[in-house]
């Protein structure tokens, strides 16, 4: 059973938290309620009655779906830290990885704005 196995690698009481599941999986599949619905239902009420299942939930919530963001960050990173750039400061490529990631596209970025506000009097360093 695939249950105890996370039971099992997460410390959890083996024979309460089994029999958790089999109530909240009867529940559930008599619900006729989507995945999503499942797990908003099992987050949001069953923390005090099932104080197991819901750790499992919490913790499954928490799990990447897919590694793309990470796949994408080493992409980014491959682009940004070429052999001619290998002496980079971490700080530096720190600073240039968050702007390649999380910054607007060249398209819509408005240059003179940033050089206006991040030169001009109230500019702070970012550390």
């Known amino acids: ?7 099992k690698h997460f410390c959890l009481p083996v024979g309460a938290t089994v ?7 009867g529940a559930l599949s008599e619900s006729g309620k989507t995945e999503d619905e499942a797990m908003a239902w ?3 009420n069953l923390k005090e009655s099932h104080v ?5 939930a919490t ?13 994408r960050g ?3 990173l491959k682009q940004i830290k070429t052999d001619n750039r290998a002496t980079l ?17 060249l398209e819509v970025f408005d240059f003179a704005c ?14």
């Open 89 to 105: 400061s971490n700080k530096v490529l720190k600073a240039l990885l968050t702007v390649s990631i999380k910054g607007p596209s």
């Open 59 to 71: 913790i499954g919530l928490l799990l990447p779906m897919s590694t793309a963001d990470c796949e």
């Open 42 to 44: 099992v987050t949001g």
């Open 114 to 127: 940033a050089v206006k506000t991040g030169t001009g009097p109230g500019h702070v360093e970012q550390t």
């Open 19 to 25: 029999s958790q599941w089999k109530t909240v999986r």
């Open 52 to 56: 197991n299942i819901f750790k499992l």
């Open 74 to 76: 080493f992409s980014t």
């Open 1 to 7: 059973m695939e249950v105890q196995c996370l039971v």
